[in-house]
């Protein structure tokens, strides 16, 4: 069965530091989205993505935060100078179109600040 | 703006009771509402969606039933066991939204013991 894919599954950085977390999404899929849960808390959307550009973005995805496709098949997030408040479980997901679809989503990336 | 509130958890049954998980939403229009499971250590899984007012979603004994006139989608189960031991989210997709964002509530912890 596909699946989404994120790798690192655990990255740990220093305060400052840029990161970036990698997704492989379902392969005939179009629509690609990153969200993240800090511990304890809801499961909060960040941005989406659609032909090759950002179809939707969150208050909190800001100038800190980026995304790429670069190749075709990668999904990336990348946090340019991380705060102790980034650390979270990162989320992405794909989904063959946007409405009433299903997203599937990958198993997560956990980021910690330090 | 949109919102979706899960029961506060952890809910703690024994094996064959009956479980429900209460969800309300509020939105306008008509949103799709999807119920999401993370089991220990995975990602976040599909359980069943309903795109309309009246429909019922099912999947592995698990039913949610669209109500609009109380925006509920509870999520019931007659007879649970240790297997469906997870964190349970309730989710709204907007259909005015044409990038098919999820919202999320806050994810009721289910314990079943033995």
């Known amino acids: 069965e596909p699946e989404v894919t994120q790798t690192p599954s655990h990255q740990v950085t220093q305060m400052g530091q840029e990161v970036i977390l990698r997704c492989v999404p379902i392969s005939n899929h179009l629509y690609f989205y990153w969200y993240r849960q800090i511990l304890g808390q809801k499961v909060e959307f960040l941005v989406s993505f659609y032909n090759n550009e950002i179809s939707e973005k969150s208050e909190i995805f800001d100038d800190q935060f980026s995304v790429e496709r670069p190749d075709g098949s990668n999904f990336t997030l990348k946090i340019r100078s991380t705060k102790l408040e980034d650390s979270a479980m990162y989320f992405c997901a794909s989904s063959p179109g946007f409405q009433r679809a299903e997203a599937f989503f990958g198993q997560g990336t956990r980021l910690t600040v330090v | 703006g949109d919102s979706v509130t899960q029961m506060e958890g952890p809910v703690t049954l024994s094996e064959e009771a009956f479980l429900t998980i209460n969800c309300t939403y509020t939105?306008?229009?008509?949103?799709?509402l999807f119920w999401y499971v993370q089991y220990p250590g995975e990602g976040l899984q599909l359980l069943l969606k309903?795109?309309?007012?009246?429909d019922k979603g099912s999947n592995k004994g698990f039913e949610a039933t669209y109500r609009k006139e109380t925006t509920s989608f509870h999520l019931e189960k007659g007879s649970v066991q240790v297997s469906d031991s997870a964190v349970y989210f309730c989710a709204l997709s907007h259909g005015s939204s044409n990038t098919g964002k999820l919202i999320f509530g806050q994810g009721t912890t289910l314990q079943v013991k033995p």
């Open positions: 309903a795109t309309k007012a009246d």
């Open positions: 939105a306008t229009g008509y949103p799709s």
